[in-house]
Antibody, heavy 132, light 108 residues
Framework: EVQLEESGGGLVKPGESLRLSCAAS????????MSWVRQAPGKGLEWVGR??????????DYAAPVEGRFIISRDDSQNTLYLQMNSLKTEDTAVYFC???????????????????????WGTGGTVTVSS | DIQMTQSPSSLSASVGDRVTITCRAS??????LNWYQQKPGKAPKLLIY???SLQSGVPSRFSGSGSGTDFTLTISGLQPEDFATYYC??????????FGQGTKLEIK
């Protein structure tokens, strides 16, 4: 069974740091692109960032509100995804979900593929509370 | 940035009803549109990707349509387990994904 499970959440003060972990099982983690999505209390979903597989370069991308403060990394030997959160703000308070990023490819007549990305497996979520 | 706007923000319906939720993009996203279902206290679940492709294991009463800026999620024959919040998401500007604000579907 494909599973993702977050851990490491908790209560921290503004300006402090925290690291979330996401343990993966049931699929080939090293081949997967992964992302983090968060949800503030009573609010909607917000994409946080993504990391590609090492075979595809292992590069990361971030949403503007967290760029420069959050770092996504992976340890393929441990099947684990990480989210290092620095300089935390009260507005970072949320449930954080790790997800796999999959795609559907369509060959186009003009000689290239279009890739339709989506988040197909989600973790149960880890809670981060930033409060003084 | 592409903004995604869902309507309505909430709606009430009865078991057996046909329900349509709309998602509008601030610019054309062709068919780079996904739909998710989220129940209280749970993680979202993928329903539809690429505007109209049904994710494996999702009941066929769920369907998606649209292209460009206007999209719809239709549930034909509501079941008790369908009462949840639904989100659209654009992947046109991947990896900078944007979600709609959500539509809460409640029991009438």
């Amino acid at each position: 069974e494909v599973q993702l499970e977050e851990s490491g959440g908790g209560l921290v003060k503004p300006g402090e740091s925290l690291r979330l972990s996401c343990a993966a099982s049931g699929f080939t983690f090293s081949s997967a692109w992964m992302s983090w999505v968060r949800q503030a209390p009573g609010k909607g979903l917000e994409w946080v960032g993504r990391i590609k597989s090492k075979a595809d370069g292992g590069t990361t991308d971030y949403a503007a509100p967290v760029e420069g403060r959050f770092i996504i990394s992976r340890d393929d030997s441990q099947n684990t995804l990480y989210l290092q959160m620095n300089s935390l703000k009260t507005e970072d308070t949320a449930v954080y979900f790790c997800t796999t990023v999959a795609y559907h490819s369509v060959w186009r007549s003009y000689g290239t593929y279009d890739y339709y990305y989506y988040m197909d497996v989600w973790g149960t979520g880890g809670t981060v509370t930033v409060s003084s | 940035d592409i903004q995604m706007t869902q309507s309505p923000s909430s709606l009430s319906a009865s078991v057996g009803d046909r329900v349509t939720i709309t998602c509008r993009a601030s610019q054309s996203i062709t068919t780079y549109l996904n739909w998710y279902q989220q129940k209280p206290g749970k993680a979202p679940k993928l329903l539809i990707y690429a505007a109209s492709s049904l994710q494996s294991g999702v009941p066929s009463r769920f369907s998606g349509s649209g292209s460009g800026t206007d999209f719809t999620l239709t549930i034909s024959g509501l079941q008790p387990e369908d009462f949840a919040t639904y989100y659209c998401q654009q992947s046109y500007t991947t990896p900078l994904y944007t979600f709609g604000q959500g539509t809460k579907l409640e029991i009438k």
